[in-house]
């Protein structure tokens, strides 16, 4: 069974940066599409940013231009760098396989808020 920890969330404000990181346990997943994805309070979890098991990163167009998303396989980890951030940008953020059809049991998520 595959375990996600996501660690790097926090309180900034609004233009300040951030860097998320997913490590997984319990699975290779260097074969896998991975993503992040965020859920804002009342709100649906939306898809982020993904990384395709070669390395090719899409980006939704509201982060365009200001997060980066990168894979570390030998680690089995995934990060999100985030800058310019807006308070929209506040959810809790998850990691996890994409698409979201196929994904594992969800872990925790880390917390960002952005004040303005």
């Known amino acids: 069974q595959v375990q996600l920890v996501e660690s790097g969330g926090g309180l900034v404000q609004a233009g300040g940066s951030l860097r998320l990181s997913c490590a997984s346990s319990?699975?290779?997943?260097?074969?896998?599409?991975m993503g992040w994805f965020r859920q804002a309070p009342g709100k649906e979890r939306e898809w982020v940013a993904r990384?395709?098991?070669?390395?090719?990163?899409y980006y939704r167009d509201s982060v365009q231009g200001r997060f980066t998303i990168s894979r570390d396989n030998f680690k089995n980890s995934v990060y999100l760098e985030m800058n310019s951030l807006k308070p929209e940008d506040t959810a809790l953020y998850y990691c996890?396989?994409?698409?979201?059809?196929?994904?594992?049991?969800w872990g925790q998520g880390t917390q960002v808020t952005v004040s303005s």
């Open positions: 319990g699975r290779t997943f260097s074969n896998y599409a």
């Open positions: 990384i395709m098991s070669g390395h090719d990163a």
């Open positions: 996890n396989r994409y698409p979201e059809r196929y994904s594992w049991s």
